[in-house]
């Protein structure tokens, strides 16, 4: 298998640590592809830390039980990719270039990049990251992941995009059934999503194409109107051509 690409920003330059077992080989197998520090399982922090079970990438907490995304879910959403909204919604075709901006578990954009686009995403979170790059080697796909704050590395980078995705954390909502608990656990160790509106205008001149907001279907996240949308039943996609909005152009 191709080794994933992944490099941390300046807002999280060393990679995070894993708790192992001394006797876990597999462990210390999956820390060195992963270019992880080891330290001792007995020195886990109480609170949710990487280890390794069966072999496999693990969240562990002191009073929760252990989390593993789950390869069959995420393996049917790949297997479907040419299909699924977010890559219509993204226009893709072989190669276009896509910025994931709120990468989160990495998996819409393994999506992305199961559809034939080239895929970068960034995360602010280490541990969401190294899930990331493990999946996108599981899947031997190729994924970008860019450790760093998305305001932070859209006003550093140079790059442009020709799609950029926008998935930002969904505020609570109390009238709506619990979530999976993929998305529970991320609620509780992603960086909330600020200042939505700057993070558009950014992306908007750094897209050649397009930008793409994904919403609750009846959440309005920005003032804007978008030029199209994909509805279903729970979620809505904005899309926002970047050609009908020349100002942003740089």
């Given at each position: 298998m191709e080794k994933v690409n992944g490099r941390f920003g300046t807002s999280n330059t060393e990679s995070p640590c894993i708790y192992l077992a001394t006797?876990?080989?597999q462990g210390f197998d999956l820390a060195d592809r992963l270019e992880l520090q080891v330290r001792e399982l007995s020195?886990?922090?109480k609170d949710w830390y990487l280890t390794c079970k069966n072999g496999k990438l693990?969240?562990?907490h002191p009073t929760e039980p252990s989390f593993q995304l789950s390869e069959q879910?995420?393996?049917s959403r790949i297997e479907d990719a040419f299909r699924s909204d977010l890559a219509q919604a993204c226009g893709y075709y072989p190669g276009k270039t896509v910025l994931d901006c709120y990468g989160g578990w990495g998996i819409d954009g393994l999506i992305l990049a199961a559809a034939g686009c080239n895929v970068s995403m960034t995360e602010i979170h280490p541990v969401l990251c190294v899930?990331?790059?493990d999946l996108a080697y599981q899947f031997n796909l190729k994924m970008n992941v860019i450790c760093d704050d998305v305001k932070q590395f859209l006003h550093a980078s140079d790059d442009r995009f020709d799609t950029i995705y926008l998935d930002p954390m969904f505020p609570t909502h109390p009238t709506t059934a619990k979530p999976q608990r993929?998305?529970?656990?991320l609620e509780q160790i992603a960086v909330p999503t600020q200042d939505l509106d700057t993070i558009f205008d950014l992306a908007l001149r750094r897209a050649n194409?397009?930008?793409v907001i994904k919403n609750r279907k009846n959440q309005r996240l920005l003032d804007q109107q978008a030029d199209w949308k994909i509805k279903r039943r729970s979620v809505r996609f904005d899309?926002?051509?970047a050609l009908n909005r020349p100002g942003f152009q740089e």
């Open positions: 006797s876990d080989q020195d886990a922090p693990t969240l562990d879910v995420i393996r899930f990331a790059r993929r998305m529970q656990i194409d397009r930008v899309v926002y051509l």
